[in-house]
């Protein structure tokens, strides 16, 4: 019986050092190219020989580094022993670290002042990343002083307007497009660069109205040249890109047209859609861009392929807007079919909300009066105002990734959750009442009866705009204001706050600054900054985190955007509010957090 002593010693394998054999089969391990072909008699001597010779294993004992290998450094070496969860210990003390290093504190106990902010910022992360509303800026901005600029082109009414700070863009109804550069806000005087000698000239005013710096119109004769590269009907909609490379427009002849932001120049024409365009949102921080269309669709593109993604299919009437955030949904309208859909394009799903209640929800049924009027007892309750049935949701505006309000043709702002398939609240006549027609107006006869016809009707809801985020809300129609309004705490109210240029609501006396009645509910006196139908409004905040300003950009014109049933008294352009912050509330958190500070130092003294 033959075994590894009786075996002749020309078949006997010699048996190599560790290091030498450790360095070997690392050589053959790493060796670039086919391995050779071994025979079933060298493999099984190789497998007794290495049961022999235990010893030469690279599993048993630390393992050795050959002499071509580089050695690792101090921190390659770290991350390798680590543990999952000193990893994560490491990210949050770098994460802390990098937070401490933006807050700054001055005057007072820096110790408990940077636990505060830390807390306050690491909730507003946390927030920030599931999409809910965590910012309340409602209250920190004074609405009563912005400054107002008009401005604007020899054109027809603007029926949208976009922002990419510092650059606006404008659209007509003569197929025009405006590229204007906004003016910047005006650094505060403590931060000027003060000079050895004073000068004897007074100071440059900042430059408050637009420049317009590009412009391109189209040619409606052009509708049945396919190659024509640009709009031959109306333009509806327009959104800029976050990054400010791309521009795109939708429009009443089915185009939608991607343009570069730089110089106007088309990119792509799509021609997906069967009928007009009428409403654009960028999926926020991206190049996603949704379009909603009146064939009932709304269609989901990529711009940095410059090409068509997919189409949401579910509502049963034109599709008047959509709005988006960060997550890859989005919220649409679908007009007289009364629902507003949550698009989850992930799941390839969707949530339908159902309106055309007469206010739907918890709503405010009592007329507002003035503050030294207000009842405490309850025993002198104004009477309840009348509910105007919901035909149309024509606005919609995403507060957060679960939150966002509609506005109707009733008058009607709605608060929805994505919890609830009916409104949470409802705000009835946002905008007032028109008067009703007058007699001649209603009859074409020749002597008309002189009984008025109808009874007054609520001013639509044309636009709507929200932060991001925050708790802000901003409406329009054609009464002439831009109406403020903020969401509870507990997001199951909208609050009033006030109009743009006026710091709280007033009851007027029945007529309005152009001489009409208007229902006698909620008109400011007077001081109408926009007149017209306001038909987009759009958004952007200034200045640092903690005092920021906000620029609100509105397009308003004489008729609405989608039509001319009714010309309203009023002047074609853009009109730009700039919102200052707070200064009283924000001098008095400083004082009490100056004398708050200021104990604790006392008391740490003591």
């Known amino acids: 019986m033959s075994s590894f002593f009786t075996t002749p010693a020309s078949q006997k394998k010699r048996k190599r050092d560790d290091d030498t054999s450790a360095s070997v089969k690392k050589k053959k391990s790493t060796a670039p190219g086919p391995a050779p072909k071994v025979s079933k008699n060298r493999k ?13 294993s690279e599993d048993d004992g630390p393992r050795r580094r050959g002499s071509d290998e580089k050695p690792l450094s101090s921190s390659d070496s770290e991350s390798e022993d680590e543990t999952g969860a000193q990893r994560r210990l490491r990210l949050a003390e770098q994460y802390l670290e990098n937070i401490k290093g933006e807050t ?17 910022r690491l909730k507003e992360d946390v927030a920030a990343t599931k999409g809910r509303l965590y910012r309340r800026i409602a209250s920190t901005l004074d609405f009563s002083a912005p400054s107002v600029t008009s401005f604007r082109a020899d054109t027809q009414t603007t029926t949208s307007i976009a922002v990419c700070p510092p650059f606006a863009y404008t659209v007509s109804k003569d197929i025009t497009l405006i590229k204007w550069e906004l003016p910047t806000q005006p650094p505060p005087l403590s931060e000027k660069k003060k000079k050895n000698k004073p000068s004897t000239k007074p100071p440059a005013p900042p430059r408050r109205r637009p420049i317009k710096l590009l412009y391109t119109r189209g040619n409606p004769h052009e509708s049945r040249n396919p190659k024509y590269e640009h709009h031959t009907a109306p333009i509806l909609a327009v959104a800029a890109s976050a990054d400010g490379k791309f521009v795109v427009t939708g ?22 859609h069967r009928d007009a365009v009428t409403g654009l949102a960028f999926r926020k921080g991206t190049n996603q861009l949704y379009s909603s269309s009146k064939d009932r669709t709304i269609k989901t593109w990529s ?33 007289r079919d009364r629902t507003a859909r949550l698009w989850k394009v992930v799941e390839e799903s969707q949530l339908v909300f159902r309106g055309g209640g007469g206010g739907g929800g918890t709503s405010e049924k009592r007329r507002p009066e003035k503050d030294n009027r207000a009842m405490t007892n309850g025993d002198m309750a104004a009477p309840p105002l009348k509910s105007y049935a919901e035909g149309s949701i024509d606005r919609v505006a995403m507060l957060d990734e679960e939150t966002f309000v509609t506005g109707s043709d009733n008058g009607g702002i709605s608060l929805w959750s994505m919890h609830k398939k009916k409104p949470v609240f409802t705000v009835p006549v946002a905008h007032g009442l028109d008067p009703p027609l007058k007699p001649e107006e209603a009859s074409a006869e020749a002597v008309p009866d002189l ?14 705009a929200t932060v991001s985020y925050a708790d802000l809300i901003l409406s329009g129609s054609w009464d002439g204001w831009v109406r403020v309004w903020k969401v509870s705490e507990d997001k199951k109210r909208i609050e009033k706050i006030g109009v743009l240029g006026k710091g709280t609501f007033e009851q007027s006396n029945g007529q309005n600054e152009l001489g009409e009645a208007d229902g006698g509910w909620d008109e400011p006196s007077k001081g109408i900054a926009s007149r017209g139908v306001i038909n987009d409004i759009e958004v952007f905040e200034r200045g640092e985190r903690d005092k920021v300003g906000l620029c609100v950009v509105v397009a308003v014109g004489k008729e609405h955007r989608f039509g001319r049933w009714k010309t309203h008294r009023g002047r074609n352009g853009a009109v730009i509010f700039d919102v200052p912050p707070n200064m009283a509330l924000e001098a008095a958190t400083n004082g009490e957090t100056q004398e708050d500070g200021n104990t604790n130092k006392e008391q740490s003294q003591a």
């Open 104 to 120: 700054e504190t001055v005057g007072f106990d820096a110790e408990d002042v940077d636990r505060d902010l830390i807390a306050e």
């Open 451 to 464: 009984k008025a016809p109808g009874e007054p009707q609520p001013r639509w809801i044309t636009a709507l």
């Open 44 to 56: 099984s001597q190789a497998a007794i020989d290495e049961s022999i010779s235990g010893s030469g």
């Open 251 to 272: 429009g009443a002849d089915k185009r939608l047209i991607i343009w570069s932001a730089t110089d106007l120049k088309p990119l792509r024409i799509f021609t997906q």
């Open 303 to 335: 711009l940095d392929e410059l090409g068509y993604l997919e189409t949401l299919f579910g509502h049963q009437d034109e599709v008047l807007d959509v709005a988006a955030l960060a997550l890859e949904r989005c919220v649409s309208v679908g007009a």
